[in-house]
């Protein structure tokens, strides 16, 4: 790839956009965000980069960047142990990030955020903690057919230590959760049932408010996979019911290496720790050592401190813009890039639930989802291809791989056409 280039073409692009109608209001004035965004002003190949691939990790706004790089020039320090200055900022610094995840997900208290390296240690973290603890052979928990890896493999885990059963969930040939099976599976050994709450290969919401519904009235825990739900929807723990929500903060305009786990603090604080070391503990001796309780209990040793403070500063970002507004936004781009995919002859859309995120999946003929991306990089579009981490749904479907573009606040409809003009030449070009 050549070396990014500050020589843009922002003037076609924005010409581009004109003609293709994307409708900024005052509210969402795409523009004004796009320029918030340093790495989207660059040319790859000669090309403008359209990034299409947010569902993998999402580029960071000029906020997100100056806070890091300003705890670093200004206050940085260790957290929660220091009396000096720069010891207390940052501690301040930190736990204003966790005031401010509480306040995104609606938490009853900031001592349900646990910041952990992303969802997936989120998750590992419940399944071993909890899952340990509560769990006996036989205990059942439930999985959707469209879940990442990093929500099926810690409870294979678990299943090797404990012997617990795992029941799949179904979806249909839509991509849509089956509410009715899911029903089904369900019974007085279900402990825990985890299921995403937007698809990363299919892009489908799931209604979990009524997957928590039916798991509580068999007294059964819900975990759900956030990730791809929070940079597209305002997310209310509370109003859903849950009792585990996690995301990872680099799909969320925020820096890799921090995720969040919320869990309802009265279970978090019957859970045992999951690591042992500095700063999650009360006491030590040989002897005897007592814990903490959460949110410190389960974050043992020094945190990714600036990496908190640069997810704060996303979290802020996205508050100024409004949830609603993005979701508005995205839903635009996502109807009109259904609409322009579908009428490219020999593309095929894997998962058209009735509601979905701004995610789309495709196979375009039989060309390898592999050249579909080499090809369309060229014209500096960058899509994710692959199974995406989520094998199972792709053998449902019974495709090995699948392109994929995955929008987020700051791309364009003028930036849909860009893909679509590609994939028509990876057409032509392969017959
Ligand atoms: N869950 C979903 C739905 C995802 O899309 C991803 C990442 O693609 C993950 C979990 C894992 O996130 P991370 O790798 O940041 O831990």
Redesign the pocket.
Known sequence: MNAPSPVIDIASQNARQKTSGDNSTAAFDVEKIRADFPILSQTVYGKPLVYLDN??SAQKPRQVIDSMSDIYETYYSNVHRGVHWTSQKSTEGFEAGRQKAAAFLNAASDNEVIFT?????AINLVAASWGRANLEAGDEIILSHME?H??IVPWQLLRQEKDIVIKVAPIDDDGNFMIGEYEKLLSDKTKMVAV?H???ALGTIVAVKDVIRLAHAKGALVLL?G??AVPHQAVDVQALGADFYVF?G??LYGPTGI?VLWGREDILNAMPPYQGGGEMISSVTFEKTTFQKAPHRFEAGTPAIAEVIGLGAAIDYLGAIGLDNIAAHEHGVLQYATERLQAIDGLTIIGNAKEKAAIISFTLADVHAHDVGTFVDRAGVAVRVGHH?AQPVMDRFGVAATARASFGLYNTRAEVDALVDALEETRKFFG
């Open positions: 569902g993998a390296r992303g969802a997936t240690e990442h990093s929500n995403t937007v698809s990363n996979d990730c791809q990872s680099h799909k995720g981490c």
